[in-house]
């Protein structure tokens, strides 16, 4: 069957070309041709490098600003070079670049395609299937391998079994997620302020409040132009990250000509050594700003979805890290002979004659850095409510063609709040600074963590391999990590703070929708009373298709005898439908549905689950009524043959996949604009039924696509039970649809501790009251609505 709209059953992402991704646990390729690889490469220059590009800005002052600020020694900038050196070579080039950017989901990369890789090779079904009867959905998963290693076997076993060890993979996976949400109200703050600040060097009379002040209206214009989508200015943002690391690179090479090309000794990794030995304690403290060297290199990892692992590692290795390592080295040469300048380290590098020109380029390269965090703090937060671990917030998306570019006014506004504050309340960027490095840390961390386990369990590699992987790349993140704590009295409690509140709201919100759920399963009506009911459920059957939403993929919710009980009558054919999210980053179109049915053919009802990948976008202009009709007329044309459905129906009946077999043909017909047209062309006893031609009738769209169903004779051949359904099917979508849900309150039992009835009364609660309504998410008439009440006790 073909999709209703040719631009949603294909993904366009920045660099769509490259991106071969299977779609459900299926093989990637990472083959395309030289001249799409660089394509790829040259596009994540303003994707990925931004906010690793600006780091030189600040480094060097951010290191400088402490204990070391008053007393700078030529010896400290050479061993302060030499971690820079050694801590970009060791992660981002060999962490990420040929380690971790191999640990792909499908091509997806980021803390949350770390964890589905583990739930679908582990069983950790917390988030992604809630529960046992949903892994009936489970074509969306990859195969143990023939081969497990006993160690692996024993990990695997071991973390099965436990469900507190579960629960502390989710929070070590939601505290890395809230971390890098924290990133995108901390670098805004931090590059704008580190660009804007090069005009005291300038003008060294100006106040810092007039600093400031320029600085918070450029948040304000960042944040405020987020509504308009980053793909109308995105063709600027590789040239301008290509010139400022032309300018980083040539500045860097100057210096280090004209002011000491002996600094080139301090890449050896014996100034570091050299350095604790002088500097002890305070050059430990010291580190927590060399660490800002590498913020922004997650993204190569966080990104890889939109490119692929070869035209990041071709963009970095070429281009970025190079030009990165001759401009702190330049740096470095110019501090060394000018000890007193570390303040403004950057700018006062700069020669006179190219002063502005390089400001300018440096004030926008940090926008761009901070436009790429802020794009992917929106992605971020919407994989979070797909994957129900965040509260349902509007979600808009920016353009038509390039797939995942989207906008969340709320937490939009949130983050230019948090921005304005932290610009405002610290006024310089070595407390940003030290903010930024807790949050930066924590993240890569995460990543190691999650990394060792997919080492042992996925890649089924020895535990040695992954002790090596940790010792080597974990103890420098612990390093810095212990230095960034030290620095929380002076700025690092903020991403503390932020991560605390969010892991919060996360948690609390997963806790009490999982709840929720649990209840569902437990309540729900048995298939002995629904056959009881008989084919007219116990009412008068009107004419019309009502769908039934539930979180359920077996058995009859509980609210559906509510439904029985509140209403007098009940429409001819009832479809239970489900959305559920796969683990997996995409699931395509044709995959999508399944369809199966619930008690005898006389009753009319079905089963519609609904699969969405955890990075898929459920765009609200969907024809979804054209598409949910389509694939039940399908299941009905081709029940017979379906092997899985052979069966009594003391049960539900099994769910199959709509759209990958022949028979209904599904036609795109002209937009139009005329939404009260609907036509209805069938034939009850004539030797085949054809021209169905239903229009949506779902309101609030102006343009409506026209679906021709096609249903040859040789496809129906002489059933007349199947001709007999699908006419029924088709008078009742010509009747009208109608929407049911629950409006659910949700309560602690009364023998619940103190904590949890916190939690589900109050946190929850508020969270449900002030989240985006289920109908509004599903783009659902209000006219055609209806909704029962219902209490859940949990």
Known sequence: MDSESGSNSQRSVPGGPGQQAAPHGGQYTDKVSIAVLLTLAYQSFGVVYGDLSVSPLYVFRSTFGGALRNSVEEYEIEAVLCFIFWTLTLIPVIKYGFIVLGAHDNGEGGTFALYALLCRHLKLSLILNQQAADEELSSYKL?????????????????????????????????????????????????????????????????????????????????????????????????????????????????????????????????????????????????????????????????????????????????????????????????????????????????????????????????????????????????????????????????????????????????????????????????????????VIIVMLVTTGLMVLVIITVWQRSIFFALSFFLVFGSVELLYLSTAFFKVPKGGWVPLALAGVLMAIMYVWYYGTTKKYEFDFQNKVSMRWLLNLGPSLGIVRVPGIGLIYTDLVSGVPA??????????????????????????????????????????????????????????????EDDFENQLVANLAEFIQNEEAISSNEQ???????????????????????????????????????????????????????????????????EVGDNADVRKELAILSKAKDAGIAYMMSHSYVKAKKSSSFLKKFAIDYMYTFLRKNSRDPAIVLNIPHTSLIEVGMFYYV
């Open 143 to 439: 195969d143990h391998p023939s081969t497990e290693s006993p160690r692996g076997v024993w990990f695997r076993r071991l973390l099965e079994k436990h469900k507190f060890l579960q629960n502390g993979l989710l929070i070590v996976v939601l505290l890395g997620t809230c971390m890098v949400v924290g990133d995108g109200a901390l670098t805004p703050a931090l590059s704008v302020l580190s660009a804007i600040s090069g005009i005291r060097v300038a003008a060294p009379s100006l106040h810092e409040n007039v600093t400031v002040a320029v600085a918070c209206c450029i948040l304000v214009l960042l944040f405020g132009l987020q509504h308009m989508g980053t793909h109308r200015v995105s063709f600027l943002f590789a040239p301008i990250i290509l010139a400022w690391l032309f300018c980083n690179a040539s500045i860097g090479l100057y210096n280090l000509i004209t002011w000491n090309p002996s600094i080139l000794k301090a890449l050896s990794p014996y100034y570091m050594y050299y350095f604790f030995k002088m500097d002890g304690k305070e050059g430990w403290i010291a580190l927590g700003g060399v660490l800002l060297c590498i913020t922004g290199a997650e993204a190569m990892y966080a990104d890889l979805g939109h490119f692929s692992p070869k035209s990041i590692k071709l963009a970095f290795t070429g281009i970025v890290y190079p030009s990165l390592v001759v401009g702190y080295i330049g740096q470095a040469a110019y501090l060394s002979k000018h000890l007193d300048q570390v303040d403004h380290a950057f700018f006062n590098s700069v020669p006179t004659p190219v002063f502005w020109p390089v400001f300018v380029i440096a004030t926008f390269a940090s926008i761009v850095g901070s436009q790429a965090v802020i794009s992917a703090t929106f992605s971020i937060i919407n994989q979070c409510m797909a994957l129900g671990c965040f509260p349902r917030v509007k979600v808009v998306h920016t353009s038509s063609n390039i797939y995942g570019q989207i906008y969340i006014p709320e937490i939009n506004w949130i983050m230019l709040v948090i921005c304005l504050a932290l610009t405002i309340g610290f006024r310089n960027t070595i407390d940003i600074g030290n903010a930024y490095g807790i949050a």
């Open 559 to 620: 609210i559906f005898s509510h439904f029985v009980t509140n209403l007098p009558a009940f429409h001819e054919v009832l479809v239970f439908v489900c959305m559920k999210s796969a683990p997996v980053p995409y699931v395509p179109h044709h995959e999508r549905y399944l369809v199966g049915r619930i008690g005898p053919k006389e009753y009319h009802m079905y089963r519609c689950v609904i699969r969405y990948g955890y990075k898929d976008v459920r765009r609200d």
């Open 648 to 714: 009594s129906y003391e049960g539900d009946g099994n769910l199959a996949v709509m759209g990958t077999t022949p028979g209904l043909l599904v036609n795109n017909l002209s937009s139009r604009r005329d939404q009260n047209q609907e036509s209805v062309k069938s034939s009850n006893g004539g030797d085949s039924l054809q021209s169905m031609e239903w229009l949506s009738s779902s309101p609030g769209l102006i343009h409506k696509r026209r679906v021709h169903f096609d249903i040859p004779m040789s």
